[in-house]
């Protein structure tokens, strides 16, 4: 008979088939790496959830550097993008929701918890020895009829003015009331209705510049028309321009620096020194005197400008702003329209802006520059105020999203009805799916019409109601056929969501879907997850 030492010796082969991974590779297959996946994705779903609804909480972000700051906000986009997670799953669903964010500001904790509810669902019908690839199918066919019922749920906003700006008024607060400034989400709406409304042409929301200020309460925030600057006008200059003639500049603008990289210069008397000097300032003079030649009355540099060119420009009774960082100049540029120039030989091909009038205001303790009349119609500015920096932050957060939901609706408006009754109608729509279909498919769409009703019953437990009596009535409604069935947040009762006034963005319910379907997707396909030893540095000395 064959030995073992025979054996061994002849198929050396057979030794090493273990070590074809490096030595600190590890590799985790079949279940155990589908069990990875999940715990990830649960310690994330775990972590946002609570985020959810009119009555979510918030989290604080403690951070570990040297400063210790503290971030305080509710909005799943930036407790996930702060997060720095190893587990390859958790990723993934801090990816969506940043592309939620990316791509329509709002959704992005639910996005996460409907996906990680999935991943539930998926774990127990795997329990019961259903292919992953056969949970996919019924999971792609449940994706398509939520769809559908969303779209054909979905209703066009009226395009009159005045119940226009009633249907917006509703979803703004609907987006509003689950962020900090709910309790005043009536006087921000109105702020973020009035911008949004203002770029509706271009949607760009590069024109609607955020400017926070220390004091005050929220409550005194407001909409201005026009463009402010945080930064001072030039000294002994005038503190109102009227129809301003603007170039925009990022040149260097200090006369004492040779401006070659590390250059030394020997001179053998203090004459020679006041030479050099001499050139350096009529250098100067020149480029002053060609910037004066545009027949400007305003200049605007991104970098410093010196005293002596201050007051060179000053005589020629051109008014100068100086360090405008790069954000600055590029917003000045979009709203006056003129170019940024770095040269000034060409005067007749730099392209100027205008305005009708720069005055220096007063905000709090504050000054301020502010251009008004504007070519640039859309231009306009949120002041928002408020009593710490960090409250003022997550306002900037809340109002974001509120502006990225309006502007989409404003071009393309169409809504559907809010708490938890679009969740409701598709996963209606979904189960009278499951039960025409023949084959293991079924099991995954029930598991998905339980992952919709899951969304309606997190915000009924984030405001302490008993969520199981909610989504029970709530699914007998929409089984009666009455499909404005959803949650009273205030009385803890299911009500007429119409009338109620909540309404949300079809859009962000569509993204919702698609994104959280396909992540889920994603993991569940993992098999294996292989990772691989970290590279050895060549020379550990250097």
């Known amino acids: ?44 779903v775990d972590l946002v959830k609570t985020t959810m609804g009119p009555k979510g909480m918030d989290k604080i ?32 669903l801090v990816d969506i929701s940043k592309t939620q964010d990316e791509e329509v500001g709002d959704g992005t904790t639910s996005v996460c918890v409907l996906a990680g509810e999935l991943l539930k669902e998926a774990e ?18 449940a994706r398509v009829e939520a769809l559908k019922a969303l779209d054909s749920f979905a209703k066009d906003i009226p395009k009159e003015d005045d119940k226009f700006r009633a249907f917006l008024m509703n979803i703004a607060r609907t987006v509003l009331s689950s962020k900090i400034l709910k309790h005043d989400k ?67 603008m200090d006369n004492d620096k040779i401006k070659i990289f590390g250059a030394r210069v020997k001179v053998d008397s203090t004459q020679k020194l006041a030479e ?69 030989d060409n005067p007749e091909k730099v392209r100027l802006g205008s305005c009708k009038l720069i005055e220096e205001v007063m905000i709090g303790e504050d000054k301020v520059i502010k251009f008004s009349g504007l070519p640039h119609k859309e231009a306009c500015t949120v ?30 408006g169409r809504m559907v009805l809010g708490a938890g009754c679009a969740e409701m109608v598709m996963a209606h729509a979904v189960e009278e799916l499951a039960k025409k279909t023949e084959g293991k498919k079924a099991f995954a769409l029930d598991g998905y019409a339980r992952s919709l009703r899951q969304i309606p019953a997190i915000i009924a437990d984030n405001g302490g109601y008993d969520s199981a009596e909610l989504v029970s009535k709530l699914r007998a409604e929409h089984a009666k056929g009455n499909t404005s069935a959803g949650l009273d947040m205030v009385n803890g009762a299911v009500a007429n969501v119409e009338t109620l006034g909540v309404f949300e963005s079809f859009r962000v319910k569509q993204q919702i879907v698609i994104s959280a379907t396909e992540a889920a997707e994603m993991i569940l396909r993992v098999d294996n997850i292989l990772t691989s030893a970290p590279r050895k540095r060549e020379h550990p000395g250097h």
């Open 61 to 92: 972000l403690q951070s570990t550097g040297n400063t210790g700051e503290a971030t305080i906000t509710n909005d799943g986009a930036t407790i996930l993008k702060s997060l720095f997670v190893d587990n390859p799953a958790a990723k993934v």
């Open 276 to 344: 050099i000097e001499e050139a350096e300032r009529k250098r100067m003079f020149e480029k002053c005197q060609k910037i004066a030649d545009h027949g400007i009355n305003c200049f605007i540099n991104r970098q410093l400008i010196y005293n002596m060119p201050e007051q060179f420009l000053a005589d020629r009774g051109v008014l100068t702003i100086e360090h405008a960082d790069f954000e600055g100049i590029e917003r000045l540029s979009l709203v006056t329209g003129a170019e940024i120039v770095s040269t000034f």
């Open 186 to 252: 009536d006087h921000f709406a109105n702020i973020a209705i009035d911008a949004a409304l203002r770029v509706k042409e271009t949607g760009n929301l590069e024109s609607i510049h955020v400017l926070k200020k220390i004091g005050s309460s929220l409550r005194d925030s407001y909409l201005d028309d026009g463009l402010l600057l945080e930064k001072k006008i030039g000294v002994g200059q005038p503190k109102r321009l009227e129809n301003a003639k603007i170039m925009i500049a990022n040149t260097s």
């Open 124 to 141: 127990q019908l795997l329990a019961k020895k259903i292919h992953p690839q056969t949970i996919i199918q019924g999971w792609k066919l």
């Open 1 to 44: 008979g064959i030995n073992a030492e025979y054996g061994t010796r002849s198929f050396p082969h057979l030794m090493a088939a273990n070590q074809v991974l490096a030595r600190e590779s590890t590799e985790e297959k079949g279940e155990k790496a589908r069990l990875s996946s999940f715990v990830g994705a649960h310690a994330i």
């Open 383 to 412: 002041v928002l105020r408020g009593s710490s920096t960090q409250l003022l932050d997550e306002a900037e957060r809340a109002l974001h999203d509120a502006l990225c939901v309006l502007v989409q609706l404003v071009q393309n």
